[in-house]
C-alpha cells in the first residue's frame, strides 16, 4: 500500500508558502502508508516535469531533493507518492519517482498511485499483445500506460488535446481494483481520481491562502485552515495548469457509494484520519472497549495473584489497549496499562521472505521494562495476521519472566503459550 499527496497553487494566491512547503506538511502526516521512500514530481511553466526525493531533515519533517535546491524552479503544481516495499519492487532512486513516461516525448506524464489492480495481468497482456514495452510488474506503470495509450489513439496523433473526462470513463470501465491516483502531464495539468470501488480514500482542501490540496487522508491537512471535501468514487477531479479552474466530472456509468478498506481504519490509515466525523482513533478506541467484555470474563474466571499489564504492539495497537484497559476498569478488572515493548525502527516487516522477516523482526523488538518478572501481559495489536511477530514478542516477554502473555487483536484474544505450541 501507498500513499499520494499534491499541492497545487493558484496564481492569485498571496501566500509566501510553496508547493513544497505544503508537500513537506502532508508527507509525515501519511508517514503510517508507507516506508520505502517519497517520490515527488513537480511542474513549472516554461521550465517542465523535474523529479526528485523527500527525504526526512528531522523529526517530522522533509526535505525535497534535488530540486527544491534550485531556487530559480519555483513549480506551481507537485505530485507525490508515499511508497511501500511490494513484491517486484526495488529500492532504486527511480523507482522513488512518480512513475513517467519518456521526458523527451511532447506528451510527459507522471503519475501517483495508492492501490492496486485486481486485473492486473490481464491488462498487461493485452498492452504487450498491442506492441507495448514495459518494465517491472508495477500498477502504477500500468496504468499510466493504459492513460498514455488511450490518449495517443484518441487525440495526440489527431493533433487534440486529451479530454481526460473520457480517458478515465474508459479506464474505469476496464480496470477491476481498488485505486486512487493523482496524474500530472506536461502543462501542468492535475488530474485526480479515485475509481468505481471506492476503496482508497482521495481528499481534497481549498486552503484560505490559496492552494488546493489532494491526500490519502485528511490528517494530512491537520492546522491548515479550508474547505475540505472528499473526491467521490468514480469521478475525476481536473485542475487546470494555466487557469486553476478546476471541475469534477462522472467517470462512471452509475452511481457508487464510498465504503472504505476496513484495513483503512483498522491499520493503515492514521489514527488522525477521521470518515463522517469520526477519527480512527475513536473507532479502534471503541474497538478495544468491546474487546473489555469478554477478557474481563474471562480474567475473572481465573484466579491471578500475579499483576496484569495491558500493553500494546506499538505504534498501532496503542489505540485498542487503551479502550481495553478502560473496559477492564469498568468490570472491575484491577489493571495497569504500560508500554512493555518498544521498536528499534518503524519499518513494518509484513513484506517480504520468511527468513527477511524475522530477522527484521528480530532486528526491530525489544523489551522496554525490566520489571515485568511474575507478571500477566496482555498485548493488544490491530491483527495478529501470519504470527510470526506475536511469536517472537511472546519469546521476547517470556524470556524477561512473564509468566502469562495473552495476544489479543481486534477478534480475539489468545494465550501466548498457545501461540507458541502451535508455532503460529
Not at 492535475?190 to 470501488?197: E, F, I, T
Amino acid at each position: 500500500m501507498s500513499g499520494v499527496a499534491a499541492a497545487f497553487l493558484y496564481s492569485s494566491s498571496t501566500s509566501t508558502a510553496t508547493v513544497y512547503d505544503q508537500l513537506k506538511h502532508m508527507i509525515p502526516k501519511l508517514a503510517l502508508r508507507g516506508q520505502a521512500g517519497v517520490g515527488v514530481a513537480a511542474f513549472m511553466h516554461k521550465r517542465g516535469i523535474r523529479y526528485g526525493r523527500a527525504l526526512p531533515s528531522s523529526r517530522d519533517s522533509v526535505r525535497i531533493e534535488p530540486i527544491e535546491q534550485d531556487r530559480s524552479f519555483r513549480p506551481h503544481v507537485a505530485i507525490a507518492q508515499i511508497r511501500s516495499r511490494s513484491r517486484g519492487s526495488s529500492d532504486r532512486d527511480d523507482d522513488l519517482q512518480p512513475i513517467h513516461n519518456n521526458e523527451g516525448t511532447s506528451h510527459h506524464l507522471a503519475i501517483s498511485l495508492d492501490g492496486a489492480l485486481v486485473n492486473a495481468r490481464e491488462l498487461r497482456g493485452e498492452l504487450l499483445t498491442q506492441g507495448q514495452r514495459l518494465g517491472p510488474n508495477n500498477d502504477a506503470e500500468l496504468l499510466l500506460k493504459w492513460i498514455e495509450r488511450s490518449c495517443e489513439r484518441e487525440y495526440w496523433r489527431r493533433g487534440l488535446p486529451a479530454s481526460y473526462e473520457a480517458v478515465f470513463r474508459e479506464l474505469d470501465e476496464r480496470i477491476d481494483g481498488a485505486i486512487s491516483a493523482l496524474l500530472l502531464n506536461g502543462e501542468g495539468n492535475l488530474v485526480a481520481y479515485r475509481n468505481r470501488s471506492g476503496l482508497r480514500p482521495l481528499e481534497t482542501m481549498r486552503t484560505n491562502d490559496g492552494f488546493f490540496l489532494f491526500a490519502s487522508e485528511n490528517c494530512a491537512f491537520a492546522a491548515l485552515q479550508g474547505k475540505t471535501q472528499q473526491l467521490l468514487p468514480g469521478h475525476i477531479k481536473y485542475v487546470d495548469g494555466q487557469t486553476g479552474c478546476s471541475n469534477d466530472h462522472s467517470v462512471s456509468k452509475g452511481r457508487y457509494r464510498a465504503k472504505l478498506c476496513a484495513y483503512e481504519t483498522l491499520y493503515l490509515g492514521s489514527p488522525h484520519t477521521s470518515i463522517d466525523g469520526q477519527s480512527h482513533f475513536e473507532t479502534r478506541y471503541n474497538i478495544g472497549v468491546a474487546l473489555g467484555g469478554p477478557v474481563s470474563q474471562r480474567l475473572q474466571a481465573e484466579s491471578r495473584s500475579a499483576p496484569t499489564i495491558v500493553s500494546s504492539m506499538p505504534h498501532t495497537g496503542g489505540p485498542y489497549a487503551d479502550g481495553l484497559f478502560a473496559s477492564l476498569a469498568e468490570h472491575g478488572i484491577f489493571a495497569e496499562r504500560r508500554e512493555v515493548v518498544a521498536t528499534q525502527f518503524v519499518e513494518r516487516t509484513l513484506i517480504g521472505t520468511l527468513d527477511g522477516r524475522k530477522s527484521r523482526i528480530s532486528q526491530k523488538y525489544r523489551v522496554s521494562e525490566p520489571d515485568i518478572g511474575g507478571s500477566t501481559i496482555m498485548m493488544v495489536d490491530e491483527a495478529l495476521i501470519r504470527g510470526d511477530t506475536s511469536q517472537a514478542v511472546t519469546s521476547l516477554l517470556l524470556a524477561a519472566g512473564a509468566t502469562s502473555v495473552t495476544l489479543g487483536d481486534r477478534f480475539a484474544a489468545y494465550r501466548g503459550s498457545e501461540l507458541l505450541r502451535h508455532g503460529y
